[in-house]
C-alpha cells in the first residue's frame, strides 16, 4: 500500500485533535467540535495548517442536524461525575440527620408539655376540692375519740364538712360530711373517703376513691403559733390542739410523676387558710 497523500500533515491533524479532546476533558467527538468551534480552539489549529477546517471533523448527523448535535454537546456539559453525587449525598445526609434531630427534639418537648399539663390539670383540680373542703370544715366536738373531731397527721387529714348534694337540675343543699384525704404510699395513690350521714359518718364504711396515680410524695404541714414577732409562724407534719379544734391554716407538698417512662416529678405546693381556725399553741418551755 502506498503513502497517504499528505501523511506528515495527517499526523499533525490527529495530533491537533488529540490536543483538542484533551483541552475538552475528554469530551463526546460531537462536543469537541462544538465546543471548539465556540472556545475559537480551531482558529489556533487554522492558523499553522490553513487548509484545515472544523467541517473535516463533523459526521454527517452533524452536518445534516446541527442543532441536535449542540443539545448533546450541552448535556454532555452538564453532567455530574461520580465524586460530585457522593459529595452531594453526603450533604444531604447531614441535612437529613440534623432536621430530623430537631424534629425529634420537638415531638419529645411536646409529649411532655402535654403529659405535663394534664397532670396539672388533675392536680389543680384535686387539690381545689381539699380547699374547698377545709374552707368549709365545721367544728362539732372536742372529745378525741369523737367522729366529729379534726384529726391532722403528715400524710392523711379527717374533718366534718359542707358539701352541695344536688337533688333536681339546679336545685342543690349542703350536708354533712365525714371526709378523709390520704396517702396509700404502697400503690403511690392519693385517695379520698367520703361518708354521709347514711352510712353514720364511719369513713371505713365508705368507698375509697383515687385522686390522683403516680403519688411520690404527699406532706401536710399545719400552721403553729411561734411566739416570735419575726417569724410567727411554724409548719409542723401533725396537729395537735387540746381542745381538738381546726388549724388555721394547712399546707400541702406533692411530688407527682410527669408520666410515661421517665423519672422526672412535678412538685405542687398548695397552702390553706381555713377562716374558723385557729393557730396551732406552742409548746410549753419554748
Excluded: H
Excluded at 39 to 54: D, E, H, L, N, T
Amino acid at each position: 500500500m502506498g503513502k497517504l497523500l499528505y501523511e506528515e500533515k495527517a499526523y499533525k491533524i490527529r495530533g491537533a485533535c488529540f490536543e483538542v479532546w484533551k483541552y475538552l476533558v475528554g469530551a463526546f467527538k460531537e462536543s469537541v467540535v462544538d465546543n471548539a468551534l465556540d472556545k475559537g480552539v480551531f482558529s489556533v489549529v487554522q492558523r499553522k495548517y490553513p487548509r484545515i477546517s472544523a467541517s473535516t471533523f463533523l459526521s454527517v448527523n452533524q452536518r445534516r442536524y446541527p442543532r441536535k448535535s449542540a443539545s448533546m454537546a450541552f448535556s454532555a456539559s452538564i453532567a455530574f461525575t461520580l465524586i460530585e453525587l457522593l459529595i452531594a449525598i453526603s450533604i444531604f445526609a447531614i441535612v437529613a440527620v440534623a432536621l430530623y434531630s430537631t424534629f425529634f427534639a420537638g415531638i419529645s418537648v411536646w409529649k411532655k408539655s402535654g403529659e405535663g399539663g394534664n397532670i396539672y390539670q388533675d392536680a389543680k383540680f384535686v387539690f381545689d376540692d381539699i380547699k374547698r373542703d377545709l374552707q368549709n370544715a365545721i367544728y362539732l366536738s372536742k372529745d378525741e375519740e369523737s367522729i366529729f373531731t379534726f384529726s391532722g397527721e403528715a400524710e392523711e387529714i379527717s374533718f366534718i364538712t359542707l358539701q352541695p348534694v344536688f337533688l333536681e337540675e339546679d336545685i342543690s343543699r349542703k350536708e354533712l360530711v365525714k371526709v378523709t384525704y390520704g396517702f396509700d404510699a404502697g400503690k403511690n395513690q392519693l385517695i379520698s373517703l367520703k361518708a354521709e350521714k347514711s352510712l353514720g359518718f364511719d369513713t371505713e364504711k365508705a368507698e375509697k376513691e383515687i385522686l390522683l396515680d403516680g403519688v411520690e410524695k404527699f406532706t401536710i404541714f399545719y400552721c403553729y403559733d411561734t411566739g416570735d414577732e419575726d417569724d410567727p409562724y411554724e409548719w409542723k407534719e401533725e396537729w395537735e390542739d387540746r381542745d381538738m379544734r381546726i388549724p388555721r391554716g394547712v399546707k400541702i407538698i406533692s411530688l407527682i410523676r410527669s408520666g410515661g417512662d421517665t423519672k422526672d416529678t412535678l412538685e405542687f405546693t398548695k397552702t390553706i387558710f381555713i377562716p374558723i381556725g385557729v393557730l396551732g399553741e406552742r409548746e410549753v418551755g419554748l
